[in-house]
């Protein structure tokens, strides 16, 4: 299960007691995997301002949440040919994120525990709206690029009325820098084969006899050349139309089909400097050879990894470069705000001076309602009332208003990695 209970309850001298408490009655059962979520002592600072800290952190932490969700995103639509390997991906700190969060440590280069909870809650709203700035550019640049290369792409796969032409046709099948002939392409249906070659001819004055050759075909029909003198060329296009022959608008253009060759190449080949699939074959010992030059961008890095039982290309582009990058620093910076709030929340909750354990539990699946029965009874002393009204949803308490957020006897905030989850 991807979903982690972040708690904390106040402990006796050296917070063992509220730990092995819940550590016992929790595995005993097999109904959660446990361990030590490790808090430094930070500054507490007044009372009034941990009370507005508190609302901010709980803002900071949605909005931190909802970048590392956009960053996993757009890491499962950039890495499009190997969805399976997204998960592979998202890392903290170079190790997967179940890892870095049973064996959390604070950052103290980034976040010294010397400055007020203010300063280092400021310092993380920063990077983390930094980090979105950030990726609405880079997203912004790929999703043109994307979309330009698909509008091009669609022309190619279209059919013979709609489809670009400039892979169809070729020099040699057109009647060039005449001032009195032109050559026209016809889209004739595939039933109308034999009529064509029978009445083309005759479809107006000053048609070239033999000059129709199909050049391309498709489910639906063929595109047949057809060569005739200029002036005559509304008058065959209209007697044509009234045949069921579609005459295309396409006049042979050396550069214009170059042109539109070259960047349908180049939004290719910029779409995979940005990302091209990394995956690694599965074999013996791995030697890394660069390709030659030439062979592919040289803007991004190319190896080719020769094993006893594998040969394949590995790149990564820049994009997903910095998605990886930076999905990391949100992510730790997402788990600092949930220590903070850990943090702020005991405070208020259980008084000075500063002594609770935090505690990441890792739910079992099937007994997600029975854990969180255990804990209210194991915690049920840190708030009596709040205790009995959940044990008792039907209860009417007087005086106890419990907002729609969730309340617990003890400090507890969720970690959903589901949300992660780009397959």
Same mark, same amino acid.
């Given at each position: 299960?991807?979903?982690?209970?972040?708690?904390?309850?106040?402990?006796?001298?050296?917070?063992?007691?509220?730990?092995?408490?819940?550590?016992?009655?929790?595995?005993?059962?097999? #109904?959660?995997?446990?361990?030590?979520?490790?808090?430094?002592?930070? =500054?507490?600072?007044? %009372?009034?301002? +941990?009370?507005?800290?508190?609302?901010?952190?709980?803002?900071?932490?949605?909005?931190?949440?909802?970048?590392? =969700?956009?960053?996993?995103?757009?890491?499962?639509?950039?890495?499009?040919?190997?969805?399976?390997?997204?998960? /592979?991906?998202?890392?903290?700190?170079?190790?997967?994120?179940?890892?870095?969060?049973?064996?959390?440590?604070?950052?103290?280069?980034?976040?010294?525990?010397?400055?007020?909870?203010?300063?280092?809650?400021?310092?993380?709203?920063?990077?983390?709206?930094?980090?979105?700035?950030?990726? =609405?550019?880079?997203?912004?640049?790929?999703?043109?690029?994307?979309?330009?290369?698909?509008?091009? /792409? =669609?022309?190619?796969?279209?059919? +013979?009325?709609?489809?670009?032409?400039?892979?169809?046709?070729?020099?040699?099948?057109?009647?060039?820098?005449?001032?009195?002939?032109?050559?026209?392409?016809?889209?004739?249906?595939?039933?109308?084969?034999?009529?064509?070659?029978?009445?083309?001819?005759?479809?107006?004055?000053?048609?070239?006899?033999?000059?129709?050759?199909?050049?391309?075909?498709?489910?639906?029909?063929?595109?047949?050349?057809?060569?005739?003198?200029?002036?005559?060329?509304?008058?065959?296009?209209?007697?044509?139309?009234?045949?069921?022959?579609?005459?295309? *608008?396409?006049?042979?253009?050396?550069?214009?089909?170059?042109? *539109?060759?070259?960047? %349908?190449?180049?939004?290719?080949?910029?779409?995979?400097?940005?990302?091209?699939?990394?995956?690694?074959?599965?074999?013996?010992?791995?030697?890394?050879?660069?390709?030659?030059?030439?062979?592919?961008?040289?803007?991004?890095?190319?190896?080719?990894?020769?094993?006893?039982?594998?040969?394949?290309?590995?790149?990564?582009?820049? %994009?997903?470069?910095? #998605?990886?990058?930076?999905?990391? *620093?949100?992510?730790?910076?997402?788990?600092?705000?949930?220590?903070?709030?850990?943090?702020?929340?005991?405070?208020?909750?259980?008084? #000075?001076?500063?002594?609770?354990?935090?505690? %990441?539990?890792?739910?079992?699946?099937?007994?997600?309602?029975?854990?969180?029965?255990?804990?209210?009874?194991?915690?049920?002393?840190?708030?009596?009332?709040?205790?009995?009204?959940?044990?008792?949803?039907?209860?009417?308490?007087?005086?106890?208003?419990?907002?729609?957020?969730?309340?617990?006897?003890?400090?507890?905030?969720?970690?959903?990695?589901?949300?992660?989850?780009?397959?």
């Amino acid at each position: 299960m991807s979903e982690f209970w972040l708690i904390s309850a106040p402990g006796d001298k050296t917070n063992l007691q509220a730990w092995e408490r819940m550590n016992t009655v929790t595995s005993k059962s097999n #109904l959660s995997s446990n361990s030590k979520f490790h808090i430094p002592d930070l =500054k507490v600072g007044t %009372l009034d301002a +941990l009370v507005g800290l508190s609302d901010e952190l709980g803002k900071l932490d949605t909005f931190a949440e909802s970048v590392i =969700k956009k960053i996993a995103q757009y890491i499962g639509e950039v890495m499009e040919d190997s969805k399976d390997k997204v998960q /592979e991906n998202l890392l903290a700190n170079g190790v997967d994120l179940i890892s870095y969060l049973t064996r959390f440590e604070w950052d103290m280069a980034k976040y010294p525990i010397k400055q007020p909870l203010k300063n280092i809650s400021e310092a993380l709203a920063k990077q983390v709206t930094q980090i979105e700035t950030d990726l =609405k550019t880079r997203s912004s640049a790929y999703n043109n690029i994307k979309g330009n290369l698909q509008s091009l /792409e =669609k022309k190619t796969m279209g059919n +013979l009325l709609t489809r670009t032409l400039a892979d169809i046709v070729h020099k040699e099948d057109f009647v060039l820098n005449s001032e009195y002939l032109i050559t026209l392409l016809v889209v004739v249906p595939k039933s109308s084969y034999v009529q064509w070659q029978k009445t083309y001819e005759s479809l107006s004055e000053m048609v070239v006899p033999r000059s129709t050759k199909m050049i391309a075909e498709d489910a639906e029909g063929g595109l047949f050349t057809v060569t005739l003198f200029r002036k005559v060329m509304d008058d065959f296009k209209a007697k044509a139309r009234e045949n069921r022959f579609i005459v295309r *608008e396409f006049y042979y253009d050396e550069k214009e089909l170059k042109c *539109e060759k070259e960047e %349908l190449m180049k939004l290719a080949s910029d779409k995979k400097q940005q990302y091209v699939s990394s995956t690694l074959g599965v074999g013996g010992p791995h030697s890394w050879q660069p390709l030659l030059p030439g062979c592919l961008s040289t803007s991004f890095r190319n190896y080719f990894i020769q094993g006893d039982h594998s040969t394949v290309l590995v790149s990564q582009g820049p %994009l997903l470069r910095w #998605l990886k990058v930076n999905f990391s *620093e949100a992510f730790v910076a997402w788990i600092h705000v949930k220590a903070l709030r850990v943090f702020v929340e005991s405070v208020l909750r259980y008084g #000075l001076p500063v002594n609770f354990q935090a505690m %990441l539990l890792q739910p079992n699946r099937k007994s997600v309602k029975r854990l969180r029965d255990v804990l209210n009874v194991v915690f049920k002393h840190l708030d009596e009332v709040a205790a009995a009204s959940i044990m008792d949803p039907g209860m009417d308490i007087p005086g106890l208003q419990l907002s729609n957020q969730e309340y617990y006897p003890y400090v507890y905030f969720k970690i959903d990695l589901s949300l992660l989850d780009c397959s």
